[in-house]
């Protein structure tokens, strides 16, 4: 059963009327007859945790937040710029209703005067459509000025951004909002605090799909949700194939799946049948790399399980790369990408970035030498940990992960 | 033209300085503005959104500069951004993309000599499943191969040829 993919099931989802045939903002409504503490209590229970990659407890997330400060926002993360990510995409294209109930829900609980939804700038067609369902719902008291009688007020309002993957990590995202250069903050404060948020005041920042899994959770109760997934992690997630796969697209699974029937049966097994599986991201660009054996095939994609197979679930963007590709070539250009979307603040990362991609193109041209494969690996490891948002560590994996598994792969294209 | 004082764009840009805490979050949607009038984001450009929001143009210049879907030169007509990160690679976008511009005669970020097509590759465009693709200004175009991306260049070259008999 789709509780995200829900346009799969329902045609028309997208338009409002239909939303709300199919129980379409019964969550906000049961909400608003509780009190906003009640509210965060219900998403605590239901073990939901962050789907943007880093697996935080929603709930408590949204407990940080001091209910005394008289302004509070939120601001839903539609930047979904990880290589072989485009779930939100989806849920915002074809269920976009879901997206804003959710979003209501959370600006309730912490009681925000408005939620931004911070899309990439690429997604210029899908925030004209959020822009229309904003009006729709303006138009039924569903926004706005004391929403459906309950005396709570809320905005909501679409943001593009212009090209940045940073502008996916919360503070560079919040500084992107405000008309700065979209680069990460020094934490504390944090965004749920006074000084760390939105225009100084205290914001909660969810991913689309996030947000996405509230109504289900208020209309049917925490435990209904809690009881999908496993013990860590509850619910369905959105998991996004791509590479060498037959049938490449986004899959919404319980937590706690294998890897094996996600690629074989949902995904169809090797695109090409004389070619068998040879690695996967199970995280996009950013997470460490794995060898795609039966081992891995038969471990749960839920946060603890992936943990266990030294690599992470994340965002769910499990690019798929069989016997002929060359992890060299992996690794250069997932460095390129990095490369590129360094936001520069960070001298490990913005001068990092840069000799890697050198040194592997050195590499990759033959002219290498098997120093260079360790001088790669010795820059990796002096990046990760050393900078103020995860991108150092993000552009540290690929190099370390790849050499650690593959090293054959390197060593073919070095002179002794 | 000019984007201040015109009415094509009166209604969005005052949209968009209502819906902030402050006028200098409305940078990036009014720079969009600029560069639908001016076809890239030039200094007139610049100027006028520096003045509507009370800024130093060198401020809103660096935020043309950090984002790549501000273009700081003029592009073709048909500004296709093609995909080659790794999950569109897996799929051929390296080939594609280097097939349409031996196909348009470019090099990488070049503009054809009738003004219609910039070519360029971009990171990673949310489109995995679905590759080749590109971005035609700023809308996808998807699940690409080379018999597909002919009929696209001659169907976006007709169009420009009935545009510009429609002007003379």
């Known amino acids: 059963m789709h509780i995200l993919l829900r346009g799969r099931d329902i045609p028309n989802i997208k338009q409002l009327d239909v939303y709300e045939t199919h129980g379409g903002f019964d969550g906000l409504r049961k909400s608003l007859t509780m009190t906003p503490a009640e509210v965060i209590d219900v998403v605590k229970a239901s073990g939901l945790r962050g789907r943007g990659g880093a697996g935080f407890p929603t709930g408590v997330k949204w407990s940080f937040i001091p209910q005394h400060e008289p302004i509070k926002y939120v601001t839903v993360n539609a930047d979904e710029s990880e290589t072989g990510t485009f779930k939100d995409r989806e849920i915002m294209e074809e269920n976009p209703y879901q997206l804003i109930e959710g979003s209501l829900i959370c600006a309730y609980a912490i009681q925000a005067k408005a939620v931004y939804i911070y899309l990439r700038g690429e997604f210029w067609d899908i925030g004209a459509q959020l822009d229309e369902c904003i009006e729709a719902l303006r138009a039924k008291g569903l926004v706005g000025e004391n929403i459906l009688g309950s005396g709570y007020d809320c905005e909501v309002y679409t943001h593009l951004g212009a090209g940045a993957y940073i502008c996916g990590e919360e503070s560079a995202l919040l500084n992107s909002l405000e008309g700065y250069l979209g680069q990460p903050r020094v934490r504390p404060p944090f965004p749920a605090q006074k000084g760390g948020g939105l225009y100084k005041e205290a914001t909660v920042v969810n991913n689309v799909e996030t947000l996405a899994n509230v109504p289900f959770i208020m209309t049917e109760g925490a435990q209904a949700f809690k009881a999908i997934g496993t013990e860590q992690s509850a619910g369905n997630k959105i998991y996004c194939v791509s590479g060498h796969v037959k049938r490449p697209g986004n899959y919404e699974l319980p937590m706690g799946a294998t890897f094996r029937e996600l690629l074989y049966e949902q995904a169809g097994g090797p695109l090409h049948d004389d070619r068998p599986f040879k690695a996967m991201l199970p995280s996009g660009g950013s997470g460490p790399i794995v060898p795609l054996t039966d081992e891995v095939l038969d471990t749960c994609m839920s946060y603890e399980d992936c943990a266990s197979i030294g690599t992470i679930i994340g965002s769910a963007s499990i690019i798929i790369m069989d016997e002929t590709v060359d992890m060299t070539w992996v690794a250069s250009k997932v460095t390129k990408f990095f490369k590129h979307e360094s936001c520069g603040k960070c001298t490990p990362c913005r001068e990092g970035t840069y000799w890697l991609d050198k040194v592997i193109d050195r590499i990759l041209d033959g002219r290498g030498t098997a120093d260079d494969v360790k001088r790669i690996a010795d820059v990796a490891e002096n990046m990760a940990g050393t900078t103020l948002c995860a991108l150092g560590d993000f552009a540290a994996n690929p190099i370390i992960h790849t050499i650690r598994h593959f090293p054959d792969d390197f060593a073919q294209h070095v002179q002794v | ?168």
């Not at chain 2, 009166?10 to 409305?26: D, G, M």
């Not at chain 2, 280097?98 to 489109?127: I, N, Q, R, S």
């Not at chain 2, 080749?132 to 976006?156: G, T």
């Open chain 2, 1 to 168: 033209m000019a984007i201040i004082g015109n009415p094509k764009y009166e209604q969005r840009i005052e949209r968009h300085l209502a819906k902030y805490e402050t006028a200098r979050s409305a940078v990036m949607p009014l720079l969009y503005i600029a560069q639908e009038e001016y076809g890239w984001v030039n200094s007139e450009g610049i100027g006028e959104v520096a003045q509507l929001l009370n800024l130093d143009p060198t401020q809103v210049k660096s935020i043309a500069g950090f984002y790549t879907m501000y273009s700081e030169k003029p592009k073709g007509k048909y500004w296709l951004q093609v995909c080659t990160d790794l999950p569109c690679a897996l799929q051929g976008a390296d080939d594609f993309h280097a097939w349409l511009k031996d196909e348009l005669g470019l090099d990488e970020g070049g503009t054809t000599d009738d003004g219609l097509f910039t070519v360029e590759h971009v990171m990673c465009l949310a489109a995995c499943d679905k590759a080749p693709m590109l971005q035609c200004n700023f809308s996808y175009v998807e699940e690409l191969d080379q018999a597909k991306m002919r009929q696209l260049l001659a169907k976006w070259r007709s169009e420009a040829q009935v545009a510009a008999n429609g002007r003379g």
